[in-house]
């Protein structure tokens, strides 16, 4: 029987509501929504765009092995349906599912640019760089309408304010009249995620996401700006895109990056289950062997939560990942990935604008 959600285009084959906030999944009683597979084919899923009106845009955080302390997110969910996403969870908190509503059922924040003006401008605010890119992707599809992430820029940019960006769509290069000049400054780095190579590959992992051939132009394009670009080479995923590491840095060193980083695929709460799902579905010869690679770099579970390791792996596999990653990244020539940013030329415009 056809999966019923396996919809086109979109990444996660299924769309099970999440139990942990005691939203109950709806059970098959017999009707024929039970059998919609059996009757006709998966129809397209539309994306649904909602509104929201925060009070603060500034997200803080204090985890011991993040390196920023803020943050912001113009977007909930995102539209690029990558099944290793390890923000899907987070819909579990709107009542939504992790699944096909993550990547379909999205909300955007329109006033994000005068909250951040507000922010910004209250006494006593102690710069450091804003990460935008480290829930949802800023520049997914819905950017294109809403342009929220480029008036958000728009506003640091008047502050002298320093950002850093990590996404996998070459939308980003749109805005390097913004990024070059902030760049210029030491106000800005951008990092582009690249998985994989093989378009196929990159197809189902990250369905809706901007191709491996356009993310590595706008590399092109940010770095000839004079914008310092750090590939991600993340998420590894055992036995589907860990033949790939020196493969994509050398393609990302052509393209002007200068430094790199790499995580393994991590599967926090929900993620798991999607993950074991995809595997069945795209890739049901080898679904076995990827869980027990995972497992093993995750002290034999699916996801290790722990501050410190849960972004670095453990065990043989992990530290042959790691290895492969250094020696490849040390004869093309890239750096750690560090985003060191000024802080002194922070300024609050006023309405005269400033006498200096």
Known sequence: MLNPELRPGRGAPINARSMRFDDPAREADGDWLDARGEIDDPTPLRTEVSLETPRTIITRNASPDIGFDRSINAYRGCEHGCIYCFARPTHAYLGLSPGLDFESRLTAKPGAAALLRTELSKRGYEPRPIALGTNTD???????????????????????????????????????????????????????????????IARTLEPRAPTPTRRLAAM??????????????????????????????????????????????????????????WLDAHYPDRAAKVMALIRDMRGGRDNDPDFHTRFRGQGPYADMLRTRFRLARDRLGLVNAKFDLRTDLFRVPTAQGSLF
Do not use: C
Not at 167 to 192: E, H, W
Not at 225 to 245: K, L, W
């Open 220 to 277: 092109r394009t940010l770095a000839d700006a004079g914008v310092p670009v750090f590939v991600s080479v993340s998420p590894v995923v055992p036995g589907v895109t860990d033949h790939e590491i020196e493969a994509i840095l050398s393609a990302a060193a052509d393209a002007g990056a200068t430094g790199a980083f790499s995580l393994p695929v991590r599967l926090p709460h929900e993620v798991a289950p999607l993950f074991r799902a």
């Open 138 to 200: 800023p520049y997914q599809p819905i950017e294109a309408t809403y342009r929220i992430t480029r008036a958000i820029l728009e506003v640091l940019a008047e502050f002298n304010h320093p950002v850093t960006i990590t996404t996998k769509s070459d939308r980003v290069a749109r805005d390097v009249d913004i990024l070059g000049p902030m760049a210029a400054q030491g106000l800005a780095s951008v990092a582009i995620s690249v998985t994989s190579l093989d378009r196929a």
